[in-house]
């Protein structure tokens, strides 16, 4: 019913130990599956909601946010480990309260006092335990993201136990390129040269404005961009 972190990830994996040399590579899915995990006794599913005023509203093509939410989730073990993960909360406003509501009143009781085998095993539990609440609220997506958040701690707290981060496990690369992003509708061509003495080389502006608005922010992103770096847009789903 709900959208997986166990379904694993699109890139392509390197061979980790216990794999046949003649197998060149394996998915995400096919490594964490060799993977010899501990049980894990879960003490405690926490939702921890931050706040962080703005100055002026965060504007996007489908809303404003007045300030900009936060909405953890920290899953403790019975050896007192913890691992972390996130909930997107960004909208609609008191999002992220809401969202640590169907945490501490519904997901924690299913998982609180259980022994998981392995870490997918939290989510099939909270797929099935949930499904009928999911329906009678109708509420498809915003559940999507709470399993996911947990979903996210349970494999944090997994792979720390086993001493190794998640990507390593997975097969994948502990480089990741980031960008600064949130950019625009003002101030664009500023914004993006503030960000380039800071270091970054890739960027992401903010469209879905309208066509004259959208234009013109690119137009300034375009003469902004350092040479060499790269420009990336995010329409927020305002384009059919």
Known sequence: MFSSAKQGAAFVAQPQAGFPDDHPHYSAVEC?????WPALHLRAVEAVVLRDETVKPILGSFGAM???????????????????????????????????????????????????GRPSDALDMLESRLAALTLQIGDFGAMAQVCAGIDQAIWDLACKRLGRPFWDLAGGHSDVEVYASGIGPDDVGEIIR????????????????????????????LQAVPAGATLLTDANQAWD
Do not use: M
């Open 66 to 116: 007045p300030y900009r939410p936060g909405l953890f989730v920290r899953v403790t073990d019975a050896e007192g480990c913890s691992g972390f993960g996130e909930v997107w909360a960004n909208f609609p406003v008191g999002g992220a309260e809401y969202k640590a509501g169907l945490i501490r009143h519904y997901a924690s009781p299913i998982l609180v006092g259980q022994t998981l």
């Open 194 to 221: 503030g960000h380039a003495e800071l270091g970054h080389t890739r960027f992401k502006i903010k469209l879905g404005f309208g066509d004259d608005i959208d234009r013109r922010n690119l137009d300034d992103a």
């Open 32 to 36: 964490l599956s060799a993977v010899a």
